[in-house]
T-cell receptor, first 112, second 112 residues
């Protein structure tokens, strides 16, 4: 499968714990995006990278959130000191420049 | 700032009847508009996109959408609904070709 992959698909954690999600984009895509989708809502933009540079961050991305794309390939999204309000589906997408964004299956996070 | 409004949170149709999912957009310039579909437990899939070429855009699975600048609308239609069309549909506007801004979604139910 040469699509966007995300790992893990599901994560249950206790409040206050740290979690890290991984996204592997389509191999030739230089842009990588993170979105968050809560129940009953459309996805909301969090941040995006062009190669290894993080070009934009949403105000939704509090200081407990950090994203990296160290070699311009895969990306990680870390949430520190998780809160119940962080429970959501975290979606990753990739594109070639400003082209169509292709989405992965998402990581569903539940914070107890 | 770009935004989209999906006018119906739920639409119910009978199999074989037409589908109409309504979307209005707000943009300060000529927008790029998309429709994505999300089936349960599956990733977001692009149905079609408008990027200032033909105003009538044809997508996958028999869906099409018409860009109407005077009405700031981008409604999604299909002549005949199939059971497999049951899913959540998102109208999306692109912010200068970078991040995507999603509507709240319309859940389509298809009755047999």
């Amino acid at each position: 499968d040469t699509g966007v992959s995300q790992d893990p698909r599901h994560k249950i954690t206790k409040r206050g714990q740290n979690v890290t999600f991984r996204c592997d984009p389509i191999s030739e895509h230089n842009r990588l995006y993170w979105y968050r989708q809560t129940l009953g809502q459309g996805p909301e933009f969090l941040t995006y990278f062009q190669n290894e540079a993080q070009l934009e961050k949403s105000r939704l991305l509090s200081d407990r959130f950090s994203a990296e794309r160290p070699k311009g390939s895969f990306s990680t999204l870390e949430i520190q000191r998780t809160e119940q309000g962080d429970s959501a589906m975290y979606l990753c997408a990739s594109s070639l420049d400003k082209g169509t964004q292709y989405f992965g299956p998402g990581t569903r996070l539940l914070v107890l | 700032a770009q935004s989209v409004t999906q006018l119906d949170s739920h639409v119910s149709v009978s199999e074989g009847t037409p589908v109409l999912l309504r979307c209005n957009y707000s943009s300060s310039y000529s927008p790029s508009l998309f429709w994505y579909v999300q089936h349960p437990n599956k990733g977001l899939q692009l149905l079609l996109k408008y990027t200032s070429a033909a105003t009538l855009v044809k997508g996958i699975n028999g869906f099409e959408a018409e860009f109407k600048k005077s009405e700031t609308s981008f409604h999604l239609t299909k002549p005949s609904a199939h059971m497999s069309d049951a899913a959540e549909y998102f109208c999306v506007v692109s912010d200068h070709g970078n991040k995507l801004v999603f509507g709240a979604g319309t859940i389509l139910r298809v009755k047999s």
